[in-house]
Nanobody
Framework: QVQLVESGGGSVQPGGSLRLSCTAS????????MAWYRQAPGKQRELVAT???????TYADAVKGRFTISRDNAKNTVYLQMNSLKPEDTAVYYC??????????????WGQGTQVTVSS
């Protein structure tokens, strides 16, 4: 089994910054893609950013130029640096990891979520 532990959420004023981290541990043969999603109250979960093993990144239009996703393969960790935060960024942020448990077993996992609140 694999566990994902997220950290770094909190409350910040508009224009502020936060850095989220998500570390995977357990039965990991190799990591594949890693991503961050978010879900605001009353809304569907949406994709925020992704990063592949080749460090190719994609971003939702709403966060382009403000958020940066990165990964540390040695630590099985994905980060989300969030700058110039806006009230509409308020949501629970979830990491998602696609990985090989063994050379033939591939699974997808979700973190427990971390709250980000942007308010003055």
């Amino acid at each position: 089994q694999v566990q994902l532990v997220e950290s770094g959420g909190g409350s910040v004023q508009p224009g502020g910054s936060l850095r989220l981290s998500c570390t995977a541990s357990g039965s990991i043969f190799s990591m594949i893609a890693m991503a961050w999603y978010r879900q605001a109250p009353g809304k569907q979960r949406e994709l925020v950013a992704t990063i592949t093993t080749a460090d190719t990144t994609t971003y939702a239009d709403a966060v382009k130029g403000r958020f940066t996703i990165s990964r540390d393969n040695a630590k099985n960790t994905v980060y989300l640096q969030m700058n110039s935060l806006k009230p509409e960024d308020t949501a629970v942020y979830y990491c998602n990891v696609d990985l090989w448990n063994t050379p033939i077993v591939r699974q997808n996992y979700w973190g427990q979520g971390t709250q980000v609140t942007v308010s003055s």
